[in-house]
Structures are given as structure tokens and as C-alpha cells.
């Protein structure tokens, strides 16, 4: 209770906002541009929802069920899109497709006569930004194929069904609620982005909020707006729970040695489509982009390397894996606290806390420093302590705003999962006279070690390419890799941008490979799923 | 696993606090508030310290959350020094009482009157001069004389100019509503969306590559990212920036519009002594040189030299319409653009 009325401050201070009424631009916003960036939003979601879904479920399906050269490599680079911000990755695509760009030079050097593909357009938008998201879905749906019991397939096909049924009417239902979780962080991240969308002059929801913010100088507005923003993001969960149903599924998991499913060699004949179905995302997302990066970074080589590029990576690093952690600890509290307590507030705290992620980050920022304005305000007057330093001069309230804001990365797999899992493994411990926390301890959080993994990653991935809280609420000792692209790159200089880009990436996946490849107990294998259930 | 991982936080967790401990109390220190990203500022930063041995904390953002973050510290913000890259929001710091008056004789005498608060609430570090910039085979520079110009029909489907959003445009507006008056600037406005060659888009050096590609004749941009273009290691880009010349707008009336990127004292600066000092370190005829030559902006001291590609596009007269008056503008300028549908573009047909 007290977590979430914590984590719920800078929104209550929003909702003291509602209160004043809406501005004086809104009749302004209404009549001009309120239909069109509403129109544009949801062409957006829509679009991105399907290229996501697709890319994500199809390339996770096919690493997770069929063995072929560099599956293992391929499986964790699927994960890497989502380390390029995406306007960086938008900007890359312009380098490429634009007039002149690199990719055109190369075709055009071959004989193919094409001067420029537009990307510059919702199309484009729509395709950038399913690129770079794609993996949310991606992880979600690979920690449930993973975690699969062969014995369903086993069933299935000795009941007579045959690949493609197995996997449309027992797989995709099965994964349903997870595939959904991802979806909804993809529709948060479209909603939210803002330096893709202003770069290739379509106008949405967000950038609508901050043309209100700054331009037409209407602070009140822009927060209705956001509560608008806010209101659709309701929906849209509303509708993902509709879709998703009664089908919170309880898997037992397999009793037998051989709970992890053994992956099948590529069916011959379809070799070429199911490596194409795996490429295409992996292309688009990374392979085309970085190249691009990599062309910039080298141009700009000689003024960007320096040896406080390491010490910048070094402090982003630091202050993303203390705020990661933070989060899932969080997600974990949020999640068992709930169960464990029917208490009638707690599920309107959980919506509540998760809304932070679609909240504009800047708007977010501003709620932050006014809530902490006043307790320092009360610390200083009512205890005669001056504790702005803890504020402003330390990570303290930056770690607090990424909780918040991504509390939902890890709350909604964390959710739907230990839904899967199920309560029979708990209420038997329960049982047998082990206490709640311990349980957790020992018996849930082990089971859960993929999801929990997983959405540290994301988690961490997306703090590292965080950029307006950052920006508002970081000590001005503190630099981190995404504040320096983004200075580059919002001062027209991209290819400078490049080389903290790359780092960027390279940082995580740095992070990738110690969690996934340096402890061969990570990854799931038959032993270690079988280990904790068998206590 | 996880215990390991435990560790790490911890470990980090401990460096991060003795990081954090305010030792440096007795130091001599200011904190600046700035939306300039560039490296060289940082130098010259560096350069100010080692003479006075005053600090410069530095804190960059965007100059409205800067804005807003000055405006929710209140009388507790640690900012001395507050730099935009544009006079309207300077304009709009001073309204909402975040800057105070500095009294200092070497300022006055250095910035020109009109690129200054007229209560010496903030002053212009260097100017950005909106020029028309045009395709040097297709265009006959004869052709071209005023912004309001361009809203002639033979430019229909010639000319780039990206979105609304963009401060400079809504500062070029506000010059224009200054000069003619409302109902002609938003005649102006939707004239020259009805001659853009695309939707807007893209940043004012897209523009140019535009030109390049063939997409247009004309753009309207800041003369600095012109010289970056052309002094790109990026072949394209450079290509692109020779494949324009510069046209100053204008110059047989009010003269281009110019805009500034400036600084103010904070109201509560802890440091305001040190705070003028820097600021006047900033207008020294050397640092000015070095914000010309570095980053291609013109400076605001008048016996400073410019670089020798801003000197090859020559002299010109500038509009010396306060830039007060764009500040208290630009929001009718928003507004403006959003009447005509600017972001729209051209209509289909």
C-alpha cells in the first residue's frame, strides 16, 4: 500500500492539475489540431501493433522451436533493435534511404536506378519505430515458448495435429496474454516517442503535448491533454484484457526430465522462409541502422573518441543497473503484495503506478520536481533540515522517477506470468508451513527467473536510451550516453550522435551477454527448471 | 547470479554516494542553465576556469524544461546563469520573473541595444542570421528580395521549409507579424504553404540536401547550419552545401531577421558577482572569435572578426527589431501556423 501510494505521488500531482481547468489554448487545440494528432496516434498503433506482432512472435517462434546455424547468436540479437533509441535509428533511415543516402549510393553503384525511398512520412514512422520496438514483443513471447512443456506437444501431435494447427491453436492462444503484455509496451513506446515522430513532421498525441507545453506557452492544456493520453491508454489496456479473456492459463509444469522441449532441426524445403521470416526484422532493425551508425561514427571518429566517452558509458551503466533493479524489486512488491492482501485499493494502485510509462517523460519531470519541491519545502520548514542537496545534487530523485516510469516494463510480463504459473506451487508450500515471503523467495522468484531477467533487461535497456527525466532531474555531474547522442543530434549533428549510439549499444550488449552467455545456469535448461519444483 | 549482481549494485550503489558528498563547499562555483550543446562551449568553459578559478557546473536541457525546472526550485535553484539558443524564451524567463537585472558597464558598452533586455535581464552571446538559401543552377538570385516575397505563386512547389514547431520558423513569423501586421503575416503564412514543395519536414540541413536532390529551389535556414553543411566530413553534406548560395533577405528595408542565442542571471543566483564576470568573459572579443570560427554564428561584439566563410557570404544589414517583441510574439506566431495548417503543407491536387 504504501509503495504504491509512493510510487502514485507524481501522478496525484498531475491530477491536482486536472483541478485548475483546461487552459486557455484549448479551444485553440480543439478546433486546429486536437482530430488530427488524435488521427495520427492511432494509425500509428494500429500499424506498429501488426508489424510488431509479426515480426516479434514469428522470429521468437522460430528460435525457440527449431535448431540452425547461429541460432544461439541470432536469438540475442533479435533483443538489440530496442538498444538504438528510436530516433536515432530514424534518423539512420533518412542516412540511408534519403537522397543521396548510403544504402541508395550503394544500389545506384550496382545499376539499380532509385534515387530515394521517403521515409519521412507516418509510412516511414510506422516502419522505424515497428523496427526498433519489435523486440518487446519478441522477449515476451520467447520467455513463454521457452518455457514450455514438451509434454503439450507431445499431446498435440499424437492427437493428430499438425505443425501449423499445433502452433495456431495451442501455442498462440497459450502465449496470448504474454505476446499482449509486449504489445502494450510497444503501444506505450509509440505513444510516447517524440524525436521520430518531430523529425519526420508527423504530429501526435505527444508531440501535440509539448507544442502545447512550449509553444503555445499552455502548461494546463498539455496536461489535459496527457490525461487524454492517459484515458487511451485505459482503452487500449481495456481492450488487450478483453482480447486476452479468460485466458490466464495454469501450466503444470512437466514433471518429467524432459520439460524443455528439444529444438527440431529447420523442415528441409522451408529452410529459405523461415531464415527469411527471422532476417527481416533482424535487418531492418539492426543490421541497416547500425551499418549507418557505424558509416557516421567513422566520419566523426577523431573528434568524438575520448577517453570521457568510457567514464560517461561508466556512469550510464551505473545509474541504469541501480535503477533496473529498483524497478523489479518494485514490479515484485507490486505484484505478490497484491495477492497476498485482497485489499480493495491495491488493483487501483496497480493501474496507477503503471501509467507512468505512457505520462509524456517531461510532464513526468515536472510533476516530480513540484511534489519534491514541497517536501523539501516541509523538510526545511517544519524540521529546519535542507535537504534540496539529496535532490538535486545526488541520482536520488532521478532512480525514484525511472521507477516510476518503468515500473510497467517489468510490472505487466512479471504480471501475466506469475499469472500463468498459477497459485497450486504456492498454496502447497503454503501448506506445508512456509511462510509467504519465503515462498517467494524460494519457490515463485526462482520459476519466474526468465521473465524477471527479461524484464531487468528491458528495463535497463530502456533507462539507458531515457531521455527527458534525465534530462530535468539528472545532477549536472551526471552524463550518461543517451543525453550526449541526443545533444548531438538535436543540434542537427547526427553523425557526431553516432559514436554514443553505438556505445550505447555496445554497453548493452555487454549486459546481454553476461546475463544470457556467462552463466550457462541461465539459460533454461532441463535441470534448473526442474531443481526448485522438485523441493 | 543474482548474488553476484547484488554485489555490483551494492558496490555502485557506495560509489555513487561518496560521489555525491558536497565537498567542494568552499570553492568559488557557478551553475549555468543551457540549451547550447556544443563541445566548443565546453572549452571555452574550461578556459574561464583555469583564468578566474571560478567552476562552471553545467547543466543542459531544453531552455523550457530549463525554464520550467528554474520556475519549480524557486528561491532554492542552484542556477546562477540561464543560455537559450533563441531570444523568445529569454523573453519568456524574464516575464515569469526568473532573471534579474545585471548592471555592468563592459556589457553594455559591447552588445548592440536591440540584441539586449532593455532592463539588462539577459544579453545576446551570438546572432543566427534566417536566410534564404537557393539552388545556385536554377535560381537567379535577381529573383529573390523579401521574405514576404516568397509568398509570390512562382515559387509554387519550390520552396522547404521545415515544420512549425521549430522555434527559428515561429521567431521568422513573429518578426514578420512585428513588421506587417497579423492579417498580412497570416496571408503570408498561407501563401508560402501553399508554395511549399512537400510537407514540412526534417531539420533545416535536410533542406538543403533537398535543394540538392532536386526536390525544391529555396529553403529558409540559420545561417550556421549552412556552414556546418559545407564544412561536413560527410561528402553528401558537403555537396549539398555547395550546391547553394546564401541570399540575404530584405536588405533594401528593415534588413534579415536575426535571432540571438542569449544568457540571463538566474533571480536567485547564489553567485551573481561571478555570474556577470562569466558573462562578460563570454562577449571578450577572443571568445567571440572563437563561437564565430567553432560553430559559425555571428558575433554580438562588434569588434570581434567573424569566420572567413561567414565574411564569404558577405555584409548585410540585419532587422533591428528589438527581440523583445519576438518573445512577446511568439505565441500568436504559433498560433498563426496553426491557422493556415502549415504542417500540412501544400494542398493536394
Excluded at chain 1, 402 to 426: D, H
Excluded at chain 2, 178 to 183: P, Q, S
Amino acid at each position: 500500500m504504501a509503495i504504491g501510494l509512493f510510487i502514485a505521488i507524481p501522478v496525484l500531482a498531475i491530477i491536482v492539475y486536472l483541478f485548475y481547468g483546461t487552459g486557455e489554448m484549448w479551444q485553440h487545440i480543439t478546433t486546429y489540431f486536437l482530430w488530427d494528432y488524435l488521427k495520427n496516434s492511432l494509425l500509428l498503433l494500429v500499424g506498429t501493433g501488426i508489424l510488431t506482432f509479426l515480426f516479434g512472435t514469428s522470429a521468437a517462434w522460430i528460435v525457440c522451436t527449431y535448431e540452425f546455424r547461429f541460432r544461439r547468436i541470432i536469438e540475442w540479437l533479435l533483443f538489440l533493435p530496442l538498444a538504438i533509441p528510436s530516433y536515432i535509428a530514424a534518423y539512420a533511415y533518412v542516412g540511408l534511404l534519403g537522397n543521396g543516402g548510403s544504402l541508395m549510393a550503394l544500389l545506384q553503384s550496382v545499376g539499380i536506378p532509385i534515387q530515394k525511398i521517403e521515409m519521412m512520412n507516418i509510412w516511414g514512422l510506422i516502419w522505424v519505430l515497428s523496427c526498433s520496438l519489435f523486440p518487446y514483443v519478441y522477449s515476451c513471447a520467447r520467455a513463454v515458448f521457452k518455457s514450455f512443456p514438451t509434454n503439450i506437444r507431445e499431446t498435440s501431435y499424437l492427437l493428430g495435429a499438425s505443425n501449423r494447427k499445433y502452433f495456431f491453436s495451442v501455442v498462440l492462444p497459450m502465449a496470448t496474454p504474454a505476446i499482449i503484455g509486449g504489445l502494450f509496451l510497444v503501444f506505450m513506446e509509440v505513444l510516447n516517442d517524440y524525436g521520430a515522430a518531430k523529425y519526420y513532421g508527423i504530429n501526435t498525441f505527444t508531440t501535440g503535448i509539448f507544442r502545447t507545453w512550449t509553444a503555445l506557452e499552455d502548461l494546463q492544456s498539455a496536461v489535459y491533454l496527457s490525461a487524454l493520453l492517459v484515458l487511451m491508454v485505459f482503452l487500449i489496456n481495456g481492450l488487450l484484457i478483453l482480447w486476452r479473456g479468460k485466458r490466464s492459463f495454469t501450466l503444470r509444469l512437466s514433471q518429467s526430465s524432459a520439460s524443455q522441449a528439444k529444438r527440431k532441426p529447420l523442415p528441409l524445403g522451408k529452410q529459405g522462409l523461415y531464415l527469411g521470416i527471422v532476417a527481416i526484422p533482424l535487418v531492418f532493425g539492426l543490421i541497416l541502422p547500425i551499418t549507418q551508425l557505424i558509416y557516421w561514427a567513422y566520419l566523426t571518429f577523431e573528434s568524438m573518441f575520448t577517453l570521457q566517452l568510457f567514464w560517461i558509458a561508466a556512469q550510464s551503466f551505473g545509474v541504469a543497473l541501480i535503477a533496473a533493479a529498483c524497478v523489479v524489486v518494485a514490479a515484485i512488491a507490486i505484484t505478490y503484495f497484491s495477492s497476498w492482501n485482497h485489499l480493495k485499493g491495491i488493483h487501483l494502485f496497480k493501474k496507477v503506478a503503471v501509467i507512468g510509462y505512457v505520462i509524456p517523460g517531461a510532464i513526468i519531470g515536472i510533476g516530480i520536481i513540484r511534489s519534491s519541491q514541497t517536501i523539501i519545502d516541509f523538510f526545511a520548514d517544519a524540521l529546519y533540515l535542507k535537504i534540496g542537496f539529496l535532490f538535486y545534487g545526488s541520482s536520488v530523485i532521478l532512480i525514484y522517477a525511472y521507477v516510476f516510469r518503468f515500473l510497467a516494463v517489468a510490472f505487466n510480463p512479471l504480471e501475466a506470468n506469475s499469472l500463468k504459473l498459477g497459485k497450486y506451487l504456492s498454496e502447497s508450500s503454503y501448506l506445508l508451513g512456509i511462510g509467504k515471503l519465503k515462498t517467494l523467495l524460494t519457490v515463485e522468484l526462482p520459476l519466474l527467473r526468465n521473465t524477471l531477467l527479461s524484464a531487468f533487461l528491458l528495463v535497463f535497456i530502456d533507462i539507458l536510451k531515457e531521455l527527458p527525466l534525465t534530462l530535468i532531474l539528472k545532477p549536472y555531474n551526471l552524463q550518461t550516453l543517451a543525453v550526449k547522442a541526443y545533444e548531438y543530434a538535436d543540434d542537427e549533428r547526427v553523425s557526431e550522435a553516432a559514436l554514443p549510439a553505438l556505445v550505447l549499444i555496445g554497453v548493452i550488449s555487454l549486459l546481454m551477454i553476461v546475463l544470457n552467455f556467462g552463466d550457462k545456469q541461465l539459460l533454461p535448461t532441463k535441470a534448473s527448471d526442474e531443481k526448485h519444483v522438485s523441493h | 547470479m543474482i548474488n553476484r549482481l547484488l554485489t555490483v549494485v551494492f558496490i555502485l550503489l557506495l560509489a555513487s554516494c561518496a560521489n555525491n558528498t558536497p565537498a567542494e563547499q568552499e570553492e568559488k562555483e557557478i551553475t549555468l542553465y543551457t540549451h547550447r550543446h556544443y563541445d566548443t562551449d565546453q572549452a571555452i568553459f574550461s578556459k574561464f576556469e583555469e583564468e578566474t578559478g571560478i567552476k562552471v557546473n553545467v547543466v543542459k536541457a531544453n531552455a523550457d524544461e530549463l525554464i520550467q525546472k528554474m520556475e519549480s526550485e524557486g528561491d532554492q535553484s542552484p542556477a546562477d546563469l540561464l543560455i537559450t539558443v533563441d531570444a523568445g524564451r529569454l523573453v519568456r524567463a524574464k516575464s515569469k520573473g526568473l532573471l534579474q537585472s545585471a548592471e555592468s558597464e563592459v556589457l553594455e558598452q559591447t552588445i548592440p541595444a536591440h540584441l539586449r533586455d532593455t532592463d539588462n535581464q539577459w544579453f545576446g552571446l551570438t546572432k543566427r542570421a534566417r536566410v534564404i538559401v537557393y539552388d545556385k543552377n536554377d535560381v537567379d538570385p535577381e529573383e529573390l528580395s523579401t521574405y514576404e516575397a516568397l509568398a509570390d505563386p512562382k515559387w509554387k512547389g519550390k520552396i522547404l521549409i521545415r515544420a512549425s514547431g521549430n522555434i527559428y520558423n515561429q521567431s521568422l513569423l513573429a518578426s514578420i507579424i512585428a513588421n506587417d501586421g497579423e492579417d498580412a503575416a497570416k496571408e503570408w503564412a498561407g501563401a508560402v504553404t501553399q508554395n511549399m514543395a512537400r510537407s514540412p519536414k526534417g531539420n533545416d540541413r535536410d533542406q538543403v540536401k533537398a535543394i540538392l536532390a532536386g526536390e525544391g529551389d529555396l529553403a529558409i535556414i540559420n545561417t550556421y547550419y549552412l556552414g556546418r553543411l559545407i564544412t561536413s566530413e560527410d561528402s553528401l553534406e558537403s555537396a549539398a552545401g555547395n550546391a547553394v548560395s546564401v541570399f540575404f533577405p530584405n536588405q533594401d528595408d528593415r534588413g534579415t531577421h536575426v535571432n540571438i542565442s542569449g544568457i540571463g542571471v538566474a533571480k536567485y543566483a547564489p553567485h551573481k558577482e561571478d555570474a556577470i564576470k562569466f558573462i562578460e568573459y563570454l562577449v571578450s572579443e577572443e571568445v567571440q572569435k572563437t563561437f564565430a570560427e567553432a560553430n559559425f554564428e555571428y558575433p554580438v561584439n562588434p569588434s570581434a572578426s567573424s569566420a572567413e566563410l561567414l565574411e564569404s557570404w558577405g555584409a548585410f544589414k540585419e532587422d533591428n527589431l528589438p527581440l523583445t517583441k519576438l518573445g512577446e510574439l511568439n505565441k500568436e506566431a504559433v498560433i498563426t501556423f496553426d491557422e493556415v495548417a502549415w504542417d500540412n503543407g501544400p494542398d493536394a491536387n
